[in-house]
């Protein structure tokens, strides 16, 4: 499945209920789209049902640190935890 494409965003949908279009824009997006989504009022700490945030996804590859900076800018944390899970 090709990545930034409708089925692709529905098959990802699922997994990230809230802050979907903020996980998308930190996987498949500019900074400036993480920018737009932070400043249109999602959540840097948004848990996904698989119990990550967006910041977890930021720091996995070195291309994606300028989206870390403005999820950090926004006031996302490294020690988020779901205990409910």
């Known amino acids: 499945m090709r990545?930034?494409?409708?089925a692709h965003r529905a098959f990802m949908r699922p997994k990230f209920p809230v802050a979907f279009e903020l996980f998308y824009a930190v996987?498949?997006?500019t900074v400036?789209?993480?920018?737009?989504?932070l400043a249109s009022g999602d959540?840097?700490?948004?848990?996904?049902?698989l119990?990550?945030?967006?910041i977890f996804y930021a720091v996995r590859s070195?291309?994606?640190l300028?989206?870390?900076d403005a999820l950090f800018e926004a006031g996302a944390v490294i020690d988020i935890w779901?205990?409910?899970r």
């Open 3 to 6: 990545s930034n494409t409708e």
């Open 43 to 49: 959540d840097p700490n948004a848990i996904s049902t």
């Open 66 to 68: 300028n989206k870390a």
């Open 32 to 37: 400036d789209q993480v920018v737009t989504r």
């Open 62 to 64: 070195s291309r994606d």
């Open 27 to 29: 996987f498949e997006g």
């Open 51 to 54: 119990g990550t945030t967006p």
């Open 82 to 84: 779901n205990y409910s």
